[in-house]
């Protein structure tokens, strides 16, 4: 059973567009929403997350719009640029021991980003 | 450097063979995790450590994979007797009291 479900599975954009990247979870258990970017040949590498108290944070072009009550979250990246052309990740965690902080992460399968110039 | 470090980054294998993987944390980091990533999938937890404790375990570690945390330093996932279906990036994180994960470029494991 997939707990995130992510799409699109894959995106193209024009340089200087919006991308938009969407998620939907299951488990209302989950509290803690990160994003994760990979480049080929890399690990993923945390780009922004939230958690459910806040419907939308922003850090510089990228912005996470959360909505609990229909468990979903989205990415923004804003004046999308080439080198943003890359995976990306939505993941949800769940702290499973009081005070120890498991966060085991859920991913979505992932989103192909290819921005063109 | 003072990310994630794993090696080796890749190793290519004949099957039924024995393989080990290291994972070195961010040194104040005492909590660390495996993962792993088959091709156009998101990666999937495999085991949690907190110090040298092994507190957590996925369905998917079965009885061929072994995990150690001596000292709560470094880590190490050993594969016994590999499988094709063994074939994937193996994915180590570390994190702090944050929960804030942060990965290391994987161990590429290839079973012929």
């Known amino acids: 059973q997939q707990q995130v479900k992510q799409s699109p599975q894959s995106l193209i954009v024009q340089k200087g567009g919006i991308s938009i990247i969407n998620c939907a979870y299951e488990n209302t258990a989950f509290d803690y929403f990160p994003w994760y970017q990979q480049f080929p040949g890399k690990g993923p590498a945390l780009l922004i997350a939230?958690?459910?108290?806040?419907s939308e944070k922003k850090e510089g072009r990228f912005t996470i719009s959360f909505n609990k009550s229909a468990k979903q979250f989205s990415l923004h990246i804003m004046d999308s640029q080439p080198g943003d052309s890359a995976t990306y990740f939505c993941a949800a965690s769940i702290p499973r021991y009081s005070g120890a902080g498991s966060y085991q992460l859920t991913f979505g399968k992932g989103t192909k980003l290819s921005v063109i110039p | 450097d003072t990310g994630v470090s794993q090696n080796p980054r890749h190793k290519i294998t004949k099957r039924g063979q024995n393989v080990t993987f290291r994972c070195d944390p961010i040194?104040?980091?005492?909590?660390l995790y495996w993962y792993r990533q088959t091709l156009g999938q998101g990666p999937e937890f495999l085991t949690y450590f907190q110090n040298e404790a092994q507190l957590e375990k996925s369905r998917l570690l079965s009885d061929r994979f072994s995990a150690e945390r001596p000292k709560g330093s470094f880590s190490t996932l050993e594969i016994q007797r590999t499988e094709q279906g063994d074939s994937a990036m193996y994915l180590c994180a570390s994190s702090s009291g944050t929960g804030i994960q942060y990965f290391g470029a994987g161990t590429r494991l290839s079973v012929l």
């Open positions: 040194s104040e980091h005492n909590r």
């Open positions: 939230i958690r459910p108290d806040v």
